[in-house]
């Protein structure tokens, strides 16, 4: 498949990348050639350079017959033009990322069709909603019928070693990741009957919403409440996170040192309290006792501002300090120093273009665990070759997983004895390699 992206900033070039590991033929656009020739050395895609994209260059591209056109700059109008240029060029799929919300509301004009983008991206809303669920510990799925969530197991918990099938959980749960502290590191398990829990585990468990709230009471371990948050750096990611936790009736705190931000944000976020000072000061943020939240988010658009902050929010006694990075080289020494890491959108956004670029099979990607795991909702075609097989019967890889099963409205947890029927939706738990390959499985060949 052919991807042009219009924008090799840090979005773009990531995408880029991205997809073009992934065996899409992708063409970078951009007025900044050092960009270019960087993005071009880390991956293999062609590039353009040009001081104004215009219609005639957007054309010229055509005779390559591309899939998809990516406009991906920082600027929201450039975006929206080139997708509306790109549209009436004869470009099939056309993706604009906005930053701004105001774009995602329908409620007086539809910008899609307005702007002729079949679909508008945010990176913001997808690092806030990253954050959420990291927060919360936990995520929805078919339309809330189905919970994931994520404990610790207790150390005192004295079934370690007992096979996952022989621990008679509850029958519309089960366990779909398992996080697991080695010598070597950590490693990321995807699961079978065969497998067991260890006290010090990770455990990211799916089921049905009344089993998801009985996990506590089977492994004997306090459920978590959320009543405080701390947000430094009153980004857009901010922003939407504030108004997420809001819903929960979680207290919110924000401290940016810009005080018309701050201004901003207090008439957009009536919830939240602004505080208009400089959350990289120590001093300040122990007078603020910061240590007394449930957790501090560092949410800056810079990641040395972002490492400095949440590593002074666990100097002083943050149960938990949550840093926002754009660099994977980053996740090792915060998370040495006691710091969870969260990548920032940019993952998100090439999953959700891998996504739309396989629309006929997959709805949606996620990503878990820093993207050492991807969740993938797909769509069960009408000739796929595991229909009518139990799932315990499937010649699937080992690191893929079919977690969840919405059949004709009703909803179940991927268990053995499950079977697939035409146009059930899927969602799998999957290592990033198999994403590439998954559509695969589900057709015939």
Avoid at 105 to 114: E, Q, T, V
Avoid at 158 to 167: A, E, H, I, S, V
Avoid at 230 to 235: F, Q
Wanted: with cysteine; aromatic share 4%; charged share 25%.
């Amino acid at each position: 498949m052919q991807i042009v992206i219009l924008g090799a900033g840090k979005t773009g070039s990531y995408v880029a990348s991205a997809l073009s590991k992934e065996g899409y033929d992708v063409t970078l656009i951009d007025r900044d050639m050092k960009v270019l020739e960087k993005a071009s050395r880390d991956s293999d895609l062609a590039t353009v350079h040009t001081t104004i994209p215009d219609w005639h260059l957007l054309e010229s591209l055509l005779e390559e017959k591309p899939d998809l056109f990516f406009a991906a700059t920082g600027d929201d109008q450039t975006n929206l033009v080139s997708c509306t240029v790109a549209k009436h060029l004869g470009y099939p799929k056309t993706v604009a990322r906005v930053k701004s919300r105001d774009y995602l509301a329908y409620a007086h004009l539809d910008f899609n069709r307005l702007f002729h983008a079949d679909y508008f991206l945010s990176a913001e809303i997808l690092s806030a909603q990253n954050l959420f669920h990291l927060l919360v510990g936990s995520g929805h799925f078919s339309h809330g019928a189905v919970e994931m969530r994520t404990l610790g197991i207790p150390e005192h918990w004295d079934k370690g070693g007992t096979p996952l099938c022989d621990l008679n959980l509850p029958q519309e749960l089960i366990v779909g990741l398992i996080r697991r502290k080695m010598v070597d590191g950590e490693g990321i398990l995807i699961p079978r009957g065969g497998d067991h829990l260890l006290p010090g585990d990770e455990v990211t468990f799916v089921g049905k919403a009344k089993q998801i709230r009985q996990l506590h009471e089977v492994f004997r371990a306090p459920e978590p409440k959320i009543n405080s948050i701390v947000i430094v750096g009153g980004t857009e990611v901010a922003e939407h996170l504030a108004f997420s936790l809001a819903t929960k009736k979680i207290s919110v705190r924000i401290i940016d040192l810009d005080a018309k931000r701050c201004d901003h944000l207090a008439e957009r976020l009536s919830d939240a309290t602004l505080i208009n000072r400089d959350g990289s000061d120590a001093e300040f943020l122990r007078s603020e006792r910061v240590q007394d939240a449930d957790a501090v988010v560092s949410s800056t658009n810079h990641d040395g501002t972002n490492l400095l902050i949440a590593g002074l929010a666990k100097e002083i006694g943050c149960k938990k300090a949550i840093a926002l990075i754009s660099d994977v080289h980053y996740v090792p020494v915060l998370e040495k120093a006691g710091v969870t890491p969260v990548l920032s959108a940019e993952i998100h956004i090439a999953n959700r273009i891998h996504a739309i670029l396989q629309e006929e099979t997959i709805l949606s990607v996620s990503s878990i665990c820093q993207d050492q795991a991807k969740i993938v909702e797909l769509k069960v075609p009408s000739s796929s070759p595991l229909i009518g097989i139990p799932l315990s019967d499937l010649k699937l890889p080992d690191d893929l997983l079919i977690a969840v099963i919405e059949s004709r409205g009703r909803v179940m947890v991927g268990r053995g004895d499950r079977i697939l029927s035409p146009n059930d939706i899927v969602v799998a738990i999957c290592s990033p390699i198999r994403v590439p390959e998954i559509s695969g499985y589900f057709h015939a060949h």
